[in-house]
């Protein structure tokens, strides 16, 4: 069973990067879509982009100027940097696999979600 | 960017009722379109993908039917745990777009 597990400080400073890592275990993460999802509070979803092993990154034109995807597979984790950081992007923020297997057609597995502020 | 709409924002059932939730894609999505349900504080779940196939472990009462620009999710017969809020997902051009919800209530 596939498991993702998300983990960062809870808190940014406005102007500040945000940082987030998401722990994947029962899984290689050397294969399948690797994707960040944020939902600010009482608001709806937003996919910020993805990583995938054999293609690289791809983001949500309205965050690319500011996002970074990437993965360490020895570690078997994936990470998001969001980059000058306002409280527009305080959300909860979640990792998700996309799948089926080569594709990105939908996200199957979620990790719990962690709640990130930005203030100062 | 394709823009994602779901009908309504909000709907009162009682359980045992057949509940059905509309989603309209601005323009042809063929049928990249999958549904997700969220509880209160937890992360989406994965129901139906590509418009009408059923995620694996997902009750046989949830059905997803469509294609091009409309959608619907269907729940045959509402249970309690069916009370949440659900999500369309276009996935045929990035960025990958969501509708705004539809939470489900008890009458």
């Known amino acids: 069973q596939v498991h993702l597990q998300e983990s960062g400080p809870g808190l940014a400073k406005p102007s500040e990067t945000l940082s987030l890592t998401c722990t994947v275990s029962?899984?290689?993460?050397?294969?399948?879509?690797w994707n960040w999802i944020r939902q600010p509070p009482g608001e709806g979803l937003e996919w910020i982009g993805y990583?995938?092993?054999?293609?690289?990154?791809n983001y949500n034109p309205s965050l690319k100027s500011r996002v970074t995807i990437s993965v360490d597979t020895s570690k078997n984790q994936f990470s998001l940097k969001l980059s000058s950081v306002t409280a527009a992007d305080t959300a909860v923020y979640y990792c998700?696999?996309?799948?089926?297997?080569?594709?990105?057609?939908?996200?199957?597995?979620w990790g719990q979600g962690t709640l990130v502020t930005v203030s100062s | 960017d394709i823009q994602m709409t779901q009908s309504p924002s909000s709907l009162s059932a009682s359980v045992g009722d057949r509940v059905t939730i509309t989603c309209r894609a601005s323009?042809?999505?063929?049928?990249?379109l999958n549904w997700y349900q969220q509880k209160p504080g937890k992360a989406p779940k994965l129901l139906i993908y590509?418009?009408?196939s059923l995620q694996s472990g997902v009750p046989s009462r949830f059905s997803g039917s469509g294609s091009g620009t409309d959608f619907t999710l269907t729940i045959s017969s509402l249970q309690p745990e069916d009370f949440a809020t659900y999500y369309c997902?276009?996935?045929?051009?990035?960025?990958?777009?969501f509708g705004p919800g539809t939470k489900v209530d008890i009458k």
């Open positions: 998700a696999r996309g799948g089926p297997y080569g594709y990105n057609i939908f996200l199957d597995y």
């Open positions: 029962g899984g290689s993460i050397s294969s399948y879509y």
């Open positions: 990583f995938y092993y054999s293609g690289g990154a």
């Open positions: 323009q042809s999505i063929s049928n990249y």
């Open positions: 590509t418009a009408s």
């Open positions: 997902q276009q996935r045929y051009s990035t960025p990958q777009t």
